[in-house]
């Protein structure tokens, strides 16, 4: 992926473990746990704790795992990835919380029936996770795969928006995630 230069960034922690945020002027263009599949690491980004985007993103984000916001109203900046990246990403956007697409079911919906694997790439590229919900995206079958952030932490976002009570989404995954993080999670 090709980063732009005025990107920021900051730290956050949250009940899933550490999500490094990242903006530029256009926008929130990116959103990853901390190590996770395809982290682009910040060493040559500038670090702002107090940039109004990220700082919108850290609320919202707060509020999604709370269980109390289930859509997110933030300006993206998608520009770091390739156009067919980018229209995966767009067409994830459009999968309502507590719902769940294949990846030939977004293929098709792009128009592009045969590119499952490409569509597969491209959601494993998704540099805003949680909100442009790549976790939203399961096999044919239905079955948890891939995730960059780890198959604990997709079943736990999975299991939140299904919820009335967030709490137990955290709970039942809890120790899965506790044992990938290598730390104690607090719910």
């Keep these: 992926m090709q980063w732009p230069t005025d990107l920021v960034y900051t730290e956050i922690d949250s009940v899933l473990g550490p999500i490094t945020l990242a903006a530029t002027g256009k926008g929130l263009a990116g959103a990853w746990f901390v190590g996770q599949r395809?982290?682009?690491?910040?060493?040559?980004?500038?670090r702002d704790e107090q940039h109004p985007v990220m700082r919108s993103a850290e609320l919202q984000l707060r509020q999604f795992l709370a269980g109390t916001r289930r859509h997110f109203?933030?300006?993206?900046?998608?520009?770091?990835?390739?156009?067919?990246?980018?229209?995966?990403?767009?067409?994830?956007?459009?999968?309502?919380?507590?719902?769940?697409?294949?990846?030939?079911q977004i293929s098709a919906q792009i128009g592009q029936?045969?590119?499952?694997?490409?569509?597969?790439?491209?959601?494993?590229?998704?540099?805003?996770s949680l909100i442009v919900p790549c976790h939203r995206v399961v096999g044919s079958?239905?079955?948890?795969?891939?995730?960059?952030?780890?198959?604990?932490?997709?079943?736990?976002?999975?299991?939140?928006?299904?919820?009335?009570?967030?709490?137990?989404?955290?709970?039942?995954?809890?120790?899965?995630v506790q044992a990938q993080l290598g730390r104690t999670i607090a719910a």
């Design 113 to 128: 029936p045969t590119a499952t694997r490409a569509v597969g790439a491209a959601v494993g590229r998704n540099p805003i």
């Design 73 to 104: 109203d933030l300006q993206l900046d998608l520009d770091a990835g390739t156009p067919f990246q980018r229209l995966v990403w767009r067409e994830l956007l459009k999968i309502p919380a507590g719902n769940t697409r294949s990846y030939a």
């Design 38 to 46: 395809h982290y682009p690491g910040t060493d040559d980004w500038t």
């Design 141 to 176: 079958n239905g079955a948890l795969t891939g995730y960059a952030g780890g198959l604990p932490r997709k079943a736990s976002l999975l299991a939140l928006e299904s919820r009335t009570d967030p709490a137990a989404a955290f709970a039942t995954h809890g120790t899965s």
